[in-house]
């Protein structure tokens, strides 16, 4: 069992930054890929940024060149580096986490992964 619990959402003026964090605990040693999700009012769940163990990451073209997912040596902590936020970013985003899928695409984790956190509310303001 992986237990997931996100930090450092907030409110942030356009243009600003915040840095969301995710503690890991339990079997961590059984995650492969890690991310972060989010959802706005009235839209779907959509995934933001991924990394596997290889250190292979994936970012949204929403994100691109404005996020950045990273982990700590141990991958206990799981971290998403929000730049030049806009409005458009406003949305709960959530931490998951997902057992090793060989051969998989990064397709294979847009309907979600495994292990979720609870979620944290970042708020953009123009």
């Known amino acids: 069992q992986v237990h997931l619990e996100e930090f450092g959402g907030g409110l942030v003026q356009t243009g600003g930054s915040l840095r969301l964090s995710c503690a890991v605990s339990g079997s961590i040693y059984s995650v492969d890929a890690m991310g972060w999700y989010r959802q706005a009012p009235g839209k779907e769940r959509e995934l933001v940024a991924a990394?596997?163990?290889?250190?292979?990451?994936y970012y949204s073209e929403s994100v691109k060149g404005r996020f950045a997912i990273s982990t700590d040596d141990k991958r206990n902590t799981l971290y998403l580096q929000m730049n030049d936020l806009k409005p458009e970013d406003t949305a709960v985003y959530y931490c998951?986490?997902?057992?090793?899928?060989?051969?998989?695409?990064?397709?294979?984790?847009?309907?979600?992964?495994?292990?979720w956190g609870q979620g944290t509310q970042v708020t953009v303001s123009s």
């Open positions: 998951a986490a997902d057992y090793p899928r060989p051969g998989s695409t990064w397709s294979r984790y847009y309907g979600g992964m495994y292990y």
């Open positions: 990394e596997l163990h290889t250190e292979d990451s």
